[in-house]
T-cell receptor, first 110, second 116 residues
Framework: QKEVEQNSGPLSVPEGAIASLNCTYSDRGSQSFFWYRQYSGKSPELIMFIYSNGDKEDGRFTAQLNKASQYVSLLIRDSQPSDSATYLCAVKGAGNMLTFGGGTRLMVKP | DTEVTQTPKHLVMGMTNKKSLKCEQHMGHRAMYWYKQKAKKPPELMFVYSYEKLSINESVPSRFSPECPNSSLLNLHLHALQPEDSALYLC???????????????FGEGSWLTVV
């Protein structure tokens, strides 16, 4: 069974700090990896995706992928209170199906 | 703003009622999905349509009945639901089911369902 694991948190960081969110996955055949942000009571919103080993940067967000270690992470630089949300890691294999992790709740304190 | 539109945003229904959730996208996507999400849990896949045909049914009870009238519309018909079916129902779409690299799945805003 394909599994995606995240620490449920809450992860608490001060405003302006770097938040580091981690995700591990079990299926070595996984092809692409997604980070969604979900505010309380709202639907998941895509932040970014990555499918090659290494780093991918988009504004304050950096996704990191290490397929050998089956590990993907999301770094949020200069964290803001508005970044407080649950972050869902999702892993995709064949057939365009997503397997979600349980999500990490991030709290950014002013 | 999401380009996947869901209606209604909130629905309260009794256990004997029949209601429908509706979803529409105009991105030309040929794959559409229904997910169910309970509080503090990740979304769970229910159904997948590919080119208007049901591709995946994740052993969902028959009281949930999906329908894809055309490439832009996806419905979820609800009948004889139970209180434990109360959840956020998410519609999503993607270009298709092939070539997973960058074939992103986009979610609608969801429909909050309460069964009383």
């Amino acid at each position: 069974q394909k599994e995606v694991e995240q620490n449920s948190g809450p992860l608490s960081v001060p405003e302006g700090a770097i938040a580091s969110l981690n995700c591990t996955y079990s299926d070595r055949g996984s092809q692409s990896f997604f980070w969604y942000r979900q505010y309380s009571g709202k639907s998941p919103e895509l932040i970014m995706f990555i499918y090659s080993n290494g780093d991918k940067e988009d504004g304050r967000f950096t996704a990191q992928l290490n397929k050998a270690s089956q590990y993907v992470s999301l770094l949020i630089r200069d964290s803001q209170p508005s970044d407080s949300a649950t972050y869902l890691c999702a892993v995709k294999g064949a057939g365009n199906m997503l397997t979600f992790g349980g999500g990490t709740r991030l709290m950014v304190k002013p | 703003d999401t380009e996947v539109t869901q209606t209604p945003k909130h629905l309260v229904m009794g256990m004997t009622n029949k209601k429908s959730l509706k979803c529409e996208q105009h991105m030309g996507h040929r794959a559409m999905y229904w997910y169910k999400q309970k509080a503090k849990k990740p979304p769970e896949l229910m159904f997948v349509y590919s080119y208007e045909k049901l591709s995946i049914n994740e052993s969902v009870p028959s009281r949930f009945s999906p329908e894809c009238p055309n490439s832009s519309l996806l419905n979820l018909h609800l009948h004889a639901l139970q209180p434990e079916d109360s959840a956020l129902y998410l519609c999503a779409s993607s270009q298709d089911l092939y070539g997973s690299y960058g074939n992103t799945i986009y979610f609608g805003e969801g429909s909050w369902l309460t069964v009383v």
